[in-house]
């Protein structure tokens, strides 16, 4: 997981293309998008202001999935919660994206 500080609603886009599988709010974590994508990659973005997709959407690289905010008990100000799961593990998205 990594936290990436943001300005409010900053927008989030998709790292890639795929399907949106959850898109909603959850109380430690405020509104939630996760994203199947074909090649066995799950992405997860938490603590967003507001969502502009929902579950069952498909989503293309780059689209704007949420805007960025800072939502659910476990939000400690402004930033996006960044995860990267490839076959059901967690991994660095570092390794595939350059953070700056």
């Not at 974590?29 to 929902?54: D, E, P, Q, W």
Request: hydrophobic share 40%; proline share 3%; no cysteine.
């Amino acid at each position: 997981a990594l936290p990436i500080s943001l300005a409010k609603n900053t927008p989030i886009k998709a790292t890639l293309s795929g399907k949106v599988i959850f898109a909603d709010w959850t109380s430690n974590t405020g509104n939630v998008v996760i994203i199947r994508h074909n090649n066995g990659f799950i992405s997860v973005y938490k603590h967003a202001a507001s969502l502009t997709v929902s579950q069952g959407d498909a989503v293309k690289t780059g689209e704007v999935i949420a805007l960025a905010g800072s939502t659910g008990q476990e939000s400690t100000g402004v930033h996006l919660h960044f995860e990267l799961w490839k076959d059901g593990y967690s991994i660095d998205p570092g390794i595939f994206i350059e953070f700056e």
